[in-house]
Nanobody
Framework: QVQLVESGGGLVQPGGSLRLSCAAS????????MGWYRQAPGKQRELVAT???????NYGDSVKGRFTISEDNAKNTVYLQMNSLKPEDTAVYYC??????????????WGQGTQVTVSS
């Protein structure tokens, strides 16, 4: 069983910054990728950013140039640095991992989500 624990969400003003963290734990054999997705009220979940274990990144169009994803492989942790935040960034942010467990099964698992609210 693999679990994701998130932290760092909160309330910030437009133009401000937040850094989200997500740590994977449990019966992990290999993590292939980790990422962040978000879901705003009334909208479907969308890609924010992903990163593979060897450092390749991908970003959603709406966050390019403002958000940066990074990882600490030794800690099985992924970070999302969010700068120049806008009200439209308000959403629940979910951590995700593409993982092979010690049982050798490969699957995706999700964190519980953390609320990010950008408001004056």
């Amino acid at each position: 069983q693999v679990q994701l624990v998130e932290s760092g969400g909160g309330l910030v003003q437009p133009g401000g910054s937040l850094r989200l963290s997500c740590a994977a734990s449990g019966s992990i054999f290999t993590i292939y990728a980790m990422g962040w997705y978000r879901q705003a009220p009334g909208k479907q979940r969308e890609l924010v950013a992903t990163i593979t274990s060897d450092g390749r990144t991908n970003y959603g169009d709406s966050v390019k140039g403002r958000f940066t994803i990074s990882e600490d492989n030794a800690k099985n942790t992924v970070y999302l640095q969010m700068n120049s935040l806008k009200p439209e960034d308000t959403a629940v942010y979910y951590c995700n991992t593409d993982v092979r467990g010690t049982n050798l099964g490969r699957y995706r698992t999700w964190g519980q989500g953390t609320q990010v609210t950008v408001s004056s």
